[in-house]
């Protein structure tokens, strides 16, 4: 460093001592003062390594997200433990630098810091302070006894004196600081150091102890390898079974190239420290080289004879030079291997997590092609099923029967399907069904009591749209059954005398259970019902003679459409596997409230009941005019009533 002083000298003599004296001073301080330690040693390098090694640390910790395959656990806990030994060695390395740092810098190794001189210049600079300060005494004692002519020169001289006794103290206030700086001066850098060092071993102080060791318990036995850091043994954990659902394994195929990802992102952080440690040991280990070779040079010259021997001591310096610069080099070096094992064990991980995502990516096209297979089959199932359904089955209220469970079973099949492929966890499945299942229930009570009674309603004894039914207090035709919904057209009328009124019965299905409304309908199969015409008898009349001619009369008008009754009721009889009696016109004698009744029952179909009732009356009417007998005996007017009450 250099430093240039241009002072002009001024005209009195006090103040160019003054000057020349400040100007020594300042020339003191700034050559004495130290201007760092050895070449090799940088301290911020020191703690940019520090930083890096900790950094990757906290990197290699973090929780990479795995398949759970036992070789993912070994690889990782490895890695852990690779880089947690890296981090002691580079501690080590930088302990043992900050100890270099201190030696040197202690033995002289710095540009010569005269402490000493320091000393040299208080001493003087207070026999000065200590010699004015007599003048000053001196001269008070003059002043006190001198006549008044005198006084004005011992005055000015007084002054003069005080003058330079300001100055002096001035300058041994900044020789004071100055030697209290030289004292500290000398273990600042190196306690600082120390102290970086030991903040940032705090951060991992589960792998580093804070406080400083000696490099020389920490360096390894003489003859002894860095033994490479063991894998702890993985703790039981419980096993990770392989995805089976196509969401879990399209998610571990993500985790996977996840994994890969920040894999090569820890080997690209633990080449970076690498190339740190790399560029450390570099002019430390040239360093260390130029000892050894300068030793070997001295060596050689002496035994040659061409120079003298050597003192013992430049040997002394050299062998404590080459200790503190192997103390150093030598964690960095075992670190660099630790490195390179870290570097190659993500590399082996990084290799086993693609191999196993190459069994991952396979599986789940095959589960993917196997589902798309899967639909497609059911779709083939379900265009068959409606082709069949509309070839052969004719009546339409059947085929929209076999169309709606249809629906029901191919919707059914691509729920198991979609189920089976994208659910993996099936009891966690099954437990979140029961409680849907439980909360559906309570709460569509009404509607799933419809669901379950429609497929009553269509089963074979079942109701069937066309069916006259009497259900809730009312009576109608069925127009059409829903899922949930029976659909009537109301009639109104009492006895025979039934007709629309006009409006649309919208009933629940679930009606059905229900104890306290009952449901009639036809027979299935059947649409005919019974009516019976009844003749008020005189006491004493030829009853025998009037239930003869009235039967042949109802007998008549029945066999118009008997083919149709006999027809029906051959069906039933398949249907049910019952014998029953064939239907057919049929009189009975009975006593009612008003006297002697006769009564023919028969039956007709309910779609033309009006048509035939009136075709009786008429019938019975032109019975009773034209045949005397018979109007005799029956005493008022016939009536023509339902045979079934209610």
């Keep these: 460093m250099r430093i240039r002083l241009t002072i002009r000298e001024p005209k009195s003599r006090a103040t160019t001592r003054a000057f020349r004296k400040l100007a020594s ?40 997200q795995t398949g759970g395959a036992p070789s993912d656990v070994i690889y990782q806990e490895n890695e852990q433990s690779l880089v947690a030994e890296a981090v002691r060695l580079a501690f080590q390395a930088a302990r043992a630098e900050a100890a270099a740092i201190r030696s040197t810098e202690k033995n002289g190794a710095t540009p010569p810091v005269s402490a000493q001189s320091s000393s040299q210049m208080e001493t003087r600079n207070n026999l000065r302070i200590a010699d ?50 030289l004292e500290s001066g000398t273990d600042t850098a190196a306690e600082g150091l120390e102290g970086r ?3 940032l071993a705090r ?26 850091p063991v894998a702890p043994t993985p703790q039981t954990q419980p096993a990770k079974e392989s995805p089976r659902g196509l969401i879990s394994q399209a998610l571990a195929l993500y985790g996977a190239m996840t994994s890969v990802h920040e894999i090569d992102q ?10 740190i440690v790399s560029n450390l040991r570099q002019p430390l280990r040239d360093s260390l080289i130029a000892s050894v070779r300068k030793g070997r040079e001295l060596t050689d010259q002496a035994a040659s004879g061409q120079i003298p021997p050597a003192p ?153 749209v066309g069916d006259r039914v009497s259900i809730a207090g009312v009576t109608g035709d069925v127009i059409d059954i829903s899922l949930v919904r029976l659909y009537l057209i109301e009639l109104a009328g009492t006895g025979i005398d039934l007709y629309p009124t006009g409006r649309v019965v919208v009933l629940s299905n679930a009606v059905l259970f229900q104890a306290t409304t009952p449901l009639f309908k036809q027979i299935p199969g059947t649409e005919y019902a019974w009516h019976e015409v009844v003749l008020l008898l005189v006491a004493g009349a030829n009853h025998k003679l009037a239930q003869e001619k009235l039967l042949q009369v109802v007998i008549a008008v029945y ?76 005493a008022g007017t016939p009536r023509i009533r339902a045979a079934v009450r209610g």
Excluded at 145 to 171: C, H, I, M, W, Y
Excluded at 212 to 220: I, L, R
């Design 312 to 464: 013992p001591q430049q040997f002394q310096d050299l062998t404590e030079q080459f200790k503190q610069l192997s103390t150093v080099v030598l964690p960095l070096s075992q670190e660099i291997n630790t490195l390179d094992q870290s570097s190659a064990n993500l590399v082996e991980w990084r290799t086993s997590i693609l191999r196993e995502s190459k069994y991952s990516a396979r599986a789940l096209i095959v589960r993917v092609g196997g589902i798309v297979l899967a639909l497609a089959i059911v779709l083939i199932l379900s265009d068959v099923w409606r082709r069949l359904t509309f070839k052969y089955i004719d009546d339409a209220r059947r085929r929209r029967q076999f169309l709606l469970l249809r629906r029901f079973v191919i919707g059914f099949l691509f729920g198991v399907v979609l189920i089976l492929g994208f659910v993996s966890e099936f009891s966690s499945l099954a437990t979140f069904a029961g409680f849907v299942t439980a909360g559906i229930a309570v709460g569509l009570q009404t509607v799933l009591l419809s669901v379950a009674a429609y497929f009553f309603v269509v089963g074979r004894y079942g109701i069937h």
């Design 132 to 181: 004015i300060q007599a003048k000053i005494d001196a001269v008070d004692k003059q002043l006190a006894s001198s006549p008044r002519s005198k006084r004005a020169a011992l005055t000015a001289q007084k002054q003069s004196l005080q003058g330079e006794l300001l100055l002096d103290n001035a300058v041994r206030d900044v020789i004071q600081k100055r030697t209290a700086f």
């Design 203 to 228: 951060s991992v102080s589960s792998i580093v102890a804070p406080t400083s060791e000696s490099p020389a318990s920490e360096s390894p036995a003489k003859g002894q390898k860095a033994a490479a």
């Design 266 to 275: 820890l080997n690209s952080q633990t080449a970076h420290v690498r190339q």
């Design 25 to 64: 001073i300042a020339i003191a301080l700034f050559v004495c003062t130290p201007m760092g330690s050895t070449e090799q040693f940088d301290r911020d390098a020191v703690i940019s390594h520090l930083s890096a090694v900790i950094k990757l640390y906290r990197s290699a910790t973090a929780e990479i």
């Design 559 to 634: 066999d118009q459409y008997r083919a149709d009754v006999e027809r029906q009721h051959t069906r039933i009889e398949r249907r049910v596997e019952v014998q029953m009696k064939a239907p057919s016109p049929e009189t009975r004698l009975q006593f009612g409230d008003a006297g002697l009744e006769l009564l023919v029952r028969y039956p007709v179909q309910i779609r033309k009941e009006a048509v035939t009732d009136e075709e009786v009356t008429r019938k019975v009417l032109e019975l009773i005019r034209n045949e005397p007998d018979v109007q005799a005996a029956v």
């Design 197 to 199: 060092i030991n903040q």
